[in-house]
């Protein structure tokens, strides 16, 4: 049985996950994401290596690493994951970025503080309470991490990356993408794979997923996610959607009610 359980408090998006037969599609998030395995082994390809959590492993993803998942077997899995927006990092810790160094660790206090926080946003707990366990997490969280200052950005990559969001809401030219770097389209696709694990077309993808769901949060109205953001229907949104966060767009936004 697939059961995928989303609430928000504190900024902070927290999932309480269990199944055994469904598959992440290839996909990315703009948050930080930290979970815990509590039961059986999460698989996952991670950029270019291969990943196995097993239970209490504290997953690190960083902001927009790219990763499918699935269970090691038909014993199926059971784990919890937070979503925490860079703007709430940046400002807990100063202004500046993280980059977990390990995808995997095994650290007693961090997946106790992971799930504490987990299990206080989705009990509904004072959202006071939640911004403490907030500020403490990302604090042990830092000692895991460097500053992503000590990470070289590629110039063409992060170009792309801004033209793309700033046409999000239509459909990808890739045409222009092409003249703006003075390269062919296989050579633009091979380059942005090279360095981000995915095509520029699937990146894009993403991205308009992940702005339906935050519109979809704010509004509460699906069908102005759907318009906004340049899908053809519901059903195009909820198929794209279900490949990511496990769930269609309009049950999530019915957990979000």
Same mark, same amino acid.
């Given at each position: ?142 000692? %895991?991490?460097?500053?992503?200052? &000590?990470?070289?950005? @590629?110039?063409? #990559?992060?170009? =792309? /990356?801004?033209?793309?969001?700033? $046409? ?27 360095? %981000?694990?995915?095509?520029?077309? &699937?990146?894009?993808? @993403?991205?308009? #997923?992940?702005? =339906? /769901?935050?519109?979809?949060?704010? $509004? ?27 769930? %269609? ?9």
């Amino acid at each position: 049985m697939e059961q995928f359980t989303y609430k928000k408090s504190a900024d902070v998006l927290a999932l309480a996950a269990s199944f055994a037969d469904f598959t992440y599609k290839k996909h990315c998030h703009e948050e930080y994401a930290v979970g815990v395995t509590l039961r059986g082994i999460q698989q996952y390809n991670l950029s270019d290596s291969f990943q196995s959590s097993h239970r209490n492993g504290v997953m690190l993803f960083n902001r927009e690493q790219y990763h499918d998942g699935r269970s090691y077997d038909k014993e199926g899995i059971d784990y919890v994951m937070l979503y925490i927006k860079p703007e709430l990092v940046a400002e807990i810790l100063g202004k500046k970025e993280l980059r977990f160094q390990s995808p995997i660790v095994y650290d007693v206090s961090l997946a106790r503080s992971i799930c504490a926080l987990s299990r206080a946003i989705l009990d509904g707990n004072d959202e006071t309470l939640c911004t403490e366990q907030l500020i403490h997490l990302i604090g042990m969280l830092s000692k %895991t991490a460097m500053d992503a200052e &000590q990470r070289k950005n @590629n110039r063409l #990559v992060k170009q =792309a /990356k801004e033209m793309m969001y700033g $046409s999000i809401g239509n459909v990808l030219k890739l045409d222009d993408l092409c003249t703006e770097f003075g390269m062919s389209k296989y050579q633009l696709i091979r380059e942005f794979k090279a360095h %981000t694990g995915i095509s520029p077309y &699937q990146f894009f993808l @993403n991205c308009k #997923v992940e702005h =339906a /769901k935050r519109s979809i949060e704010a $509004s509460k109205d699906i069908y102005t996610a759907v318009a906004e953001y340049g899908f053809v229907d519901l059903t195009h949104l909820n198929r794209h959607f279900k490949s990511m966060f496990g769930i %269609t767009a309009y049950e999530y936004m019915s957990q979000l009610q």
